[in-house]
């Protein structure tokens, strides 16, 4: 009996340093690596990106994002909020953002970015000349969060991006939601970890993105 008690303090000592102070505002960016413009090819805008998220005070599933009174109608907070810490008994703490002067919405551009010219499409700013004869592409975030997991041995935490995307070009004349997705498991929720999973996550998210405007099937990546 005391060797499980000293096996079960061990453990919540590792995920509470792994986790560093859960307490505390963490700030992470994330952003793709940007491939080059194709020197030909059909040429879209990213007209428009909506985060439509929508936060909770007390979610019923860590999943669901969630903030602090008086940030939860805070724009300039939730507009760059990535995730909530927890501690090892799954309590909401502090949260995690994007740096002053990023948003959400700005990675889920440089996203869509990315995968278009991986697809072959030249994708142009709205100042550029070419933007008049451009494919104008629109997109609505309805997730985009990573969360934390508690466990007695191990945790995990897990990234889920949701964007729909609507513009004239196959197979999202429609409209089409494309998932991202990565869930990591290990024994502390440290910086890395979350680093990690929320990058791993946007990748998956553009590479399903451009496999759709490849025809392909897509996958949702969980190791």
């Known amino acids: 009996m005391r060797s499980r008690t000293v096996c079960l303090l061990a453990a919540m000592v590792v995920l509470l340093i792994g986790s560093g102070c859960a307490t505390n505002r963490g700030i992470i960016d994330i952003r793709p690596t940007m491939g080059p413009q194709p020197a030909s090819g059909e040429l879209v805008k990213i007209e428009r990106v909506t985060d439509g998220r929508v936060?909770?005070?007390?979610p019923s599933v860590s999943s669901i994002p969630s903030l602090k009174h008086g940030e939860?109608?805070?724009?300039?907070?939730?507009?760059?909020?990535?995730?909530?810490?927890?501690?090892?008994?799954?309590k909401a703490m502090g949260d995690i953002?994007?740096?002053?002067?990023?948003?959400?919405?700005?990675v889920v551009?440089?996203?869509?970015?990315?995968?278009?010219?991986?697809?072959?499409?030249?994708?142009?700013?709205?100042?550029?000349?070419?933007?008049?004869?451009?494919?104008?592409?629109?997109?609505?975030?309805?997730?985009?969060?990573?969360?934390?997991?508690?466990?007695?041995?191990?945790?995990s935490v897990e990234f889920e991006a949701k964007v729909k995307i609507t513009g004239d070009v196959n197979p999202f004349?429609?409209?089409?939601?494309?998932?991202?997705?990565?869930k990591r498991r290990g024994q502390a929720a440290g910086t890395g970890a979350w680093t990690t999973t929320?990058?791993?996550g946007l990748g998956n998210l553009i590479e399903n993105v451009r496999d759709r405007l490849k025809g392909l099937e897509v996958s949702a990546e969980e190791p």
């Open 72 to 90: 939860i109608e805070d724009p300039a907070i939730t507009a760059r909020a990535l995730a909530r810490k927890r501690n090892s008994y799954g």
């Open 173 to 182: 004349q429609e409209g089409e939601v494309v998932r991202g997705y990565f």
């Open 109 to 155: 551009s440089e996203a869509l970015t990315k995968a278009f010219r991986e697809a072959g499409y030249q994708v142009v700013a709205g100042d550029d000349p070419k933007a008049a004869t451009a494919i104008p592409v629109e997109a609505d975030i309805e997730q985009f969060w990573s969360w934390f997991t508690p466990g007695f041995w191990a945790i």
């Open 97 to 106: 953002l994007l740096p002053e002067g990023r948003t959400v919405v700005g």
């Open 198 to 200: 929320m990058n791993q």
């Open 55 to 58: 936060f909770e005070l007390a």
